[in-house]
Every structure is written in structure tokens, then in C-alpha cells.
């Protein structure tokens, strides 16, 4: 049977309708259990301890427990692939992070595409890191590195994290802008990393500014500039490198991604919580105390960040040839 049109849209209107209230109850109802955010590095890092802050924020806002779980393993790909697989309902999220975006090009196969398979839905901090030297170096600033480092070719050693870590992507992509050349030492972690660089047993290490600036302040290591693209805010003195390099900028940053299909209004929920957080004096202390820039922002916000830095590193990754351990 044909329906007269004023039938039909009446009918159609009524749908619309229907939905539009299972959506706003949807919303108002989410969370109505704990939320299970997904951490791809072990506890006590920089991911760690951002997830746990921002987490107890929005278990007091949004009344239900956010329990962060540790999945550490191939970069946080593990992590990555176990939301990606996750029911789209808002209930298992992932950490999103700086390797998110460089893990693209740096690993030739993975069982996921990040940015179609993940959903930004808020961005929650900037980190930056430290440009160290050992104090043995005769440089004081990055114009004297970078004429000492072009005299002395391949010849100086810098430590960092891991292949692909962000203090190892930070040298490189310094390589790359700069002209210079050293040899990449990777480490299983910052801590070692930093034993050796104070022992002279490698010169150069980019390592996050939390912690590492007490050994700068010490005198055991030379903080030459931090890699943000603005000067550090606990660290006024130290010159940011993009001083002295043009566009120069590594930081690591963290936010939230849920798998791919996840309904607009919980992303909505989601976002707005943590945006509240990050203007809340409380948090913004805790997260500022960790080195953290906050990045308030819409979920397209993040989204964008995430493309650009995927297509920033790609370039560093194939100009340095970096292939994963």
C-alpha cells in the first residue's frame, strides 16, 4: 500500500524523533558500569600516571570507575589492537599516544589502520622533552652543539629509550633539520639510558623533561633546550630548539581513542568530561606538576593531531631508514 506522503512524513519525522531521544538517553545513561581504559606501557610511566590522573577525574564526574590496564608490548601496539577489536560502546578505551601516530610507518604490517580503526575523542597533554648532554661535552648551548656536531661527524653517540622512541625520533628528526650526524644507541628504557649518559658512555640523550631535569639541576647532566615548540613553563631558562632550528618540535602527548563506530553522543560524554578536567585548577596542577601542556579541544582537534604527526614522523622514519627491533 502507497502512504499518502503527509503520511509518510509524518511517519518518518516520528522516527527521527524516536531516535533522537534513544541517542540523549543513551548518552545520559553512559557510563552505567566501570569503563576499562586500555594502557599500552607498564606502570608508573609518563602514559601511566597521565591515564590514572585524568582516570580519577572522570570516575568523580561521570560516577562510575575508569579502571586503567596495563597491556605493555610491541610499542603499545598490543594495547592499540585489543581496543580496536573491543565492542564500540564506550567502555573500553585506549591511551592514545605519540607511538599511535609514529607506529604507522615505523611497523610494515599491523592488524589495524589507527586512524580509520580508532576515534579521537580528546586530547589531554603535551610533554616535552630535554635535549641532555654530558658535562664533559664542550658545548653549552644548541648553535655550539650543532657547529661541534658538524665538525665531529658520526663521531658522538646518542643514547635514547628504543627505536622509535620519542628521544630517538627527537635526534633524528635534529639529523634531519640540522645536517648533523651521531650514532643512535638504543637502551631498554629512559633509565638506562640516562646512567650512561652521565657516565660518559654516550654524549647525547633526549629524555622526557619530568624526569630528567633534576639531574640538570644537580649539575650531573647540561640541559640544553627543550623540544616543545615554546619554552617549558617550569623551565623558563632553558631555550626551546626551535629557537635556534625553525619548525623544530618533538613532544609526546596523550589522549583518548575508542574503537571505530563508537556512537557520537558518548564520544560527546567523553570529551566534555575531560575538557572539564582540564580547566578544573586541581587537575591542571597535578597534570602541570607532570610537565604536562594541557590540549583542550574538540574530538576533531585531537583527530587532527594525530594525522599530522602520522604524517610527520612517516617522513623522519623513511629519511632515517628506522626499522623496529
Known amino acids: 500500500m502507497k502512504l499518502p506522503r503527509r ?4 511517519l518518518a519525522a516520528g522516527a527521527a524523533a524516536t531516535t533522537t531521544v534513544s541517542r540523549v538517553a543513551r548518552a545520559q545513561a553512559y557510563p552505567s558500569r566501570p569503563v576499562h581504559w586500555i594502557v599500552g606501557y607498564t606502570p608508573g610511566g609518563g602514559n601511566d600516571i597521565f591515564a590514572r590522573l585524568m582516570g580519577q577525574w572522570l570516575q568523580a564526574q561521570l560516577g562510575q570507575p575508569f579502571v586503567i590496564e596495563n597491556r605493555p608490548g610491541a610499542g603499545s601496539n598490543i594495547a592499540t589492537e585489543a581496543v580496536v577489536n573491543a565492542r564500540p560502546d564506550g567502555y573500553t578505551i585506549l591511551l592514545a599516544n605519540f607511538a599511535n601516530a609514529s607506529n604507522a610507518t615505523l611497523y610494515e604490517k599491523l592488524n589495524f589502520n589507527f586512524i580509520r580503526d580508532i576515534v579521537p575523542v580528546a586530547g589531554i597533554v603535551r610533554v616535552s622533552n630535554i635535549m641532555l648532554v654530558n658535562q664533559s661535552l664542550p658545548v653549552k648551548t644548541v648553535p655550539e652543539f650543532i657547529a ?29 633539520m640540522a645536517g648533523v650526524d651521531f650514532l643512535h644507541v638504543p637502551y631498554r628504557g629512559n633509565a638506562p639510558a640516562l646512567t650512561d649518559l652521565l657516565s660518559g658512555q654516550v654524549q647525547i640523550l633526549f629524555a622526557s623533561l619530568p624526569s630528567s631535569i633534576e639531574y640538570v639541576r644537580t649539575g650531573k647532566a647540561r640541559g640544553l633546550a627543550v623540544t616543545s615548540a615554546v619554552r617549558a613553563a617550569t623551565e623558563p631558562d632553558l631555550p626551546a630548539v626551535a629557537e635556534f632550528v625553525a619548525g623544530y618540535e618533538v613532544s609526546s602527548w596523550y589522549g583518548i ?3 571505530r563506530n563508537t556512537p557520537a553522543e558518548i564520544v560527546e560524554t567523553l570529551n566534555k568530561a575531560v575538557n572539564a578536567g582540564l580547566a578544573d585548577p586541581k587537575v591542571k596542577k597535578q597534570l602541570d606538576d607532570q610537565g604536562g601542556i594541557e590540549m583542550a579541544g574538540t574530538p576533531a582537534d585531537f583527530g587532527k593531531l594525530i594525522a599530522d604527526e602520522t604524517e610527520k614522523w612517516a617522513k623522519v622514519i623513511k629519511f632515517a631508514g628506522i626499522k623496529p627491533q
Not at 7 to 10: C, E, G, I, K, V
Not at 149 to 171: D, E, F, P, R, Y
Open 148 to 176: 661541534y656536531a658538524k665538525v665531529n661527524q658520526g663521531k658522538m653517540s646518542m643514547a635514547s629509550a628504543g627505536i622509535g622512541s620519542t628521544g630517538h625520533l627527537a635526534g633524528e628528526l635534529l639529523k634531519m
Open 257 to 259: 581513542g575508542a574503537p
Open 7 to 10: 503520511n509518510f512524513l509524518h
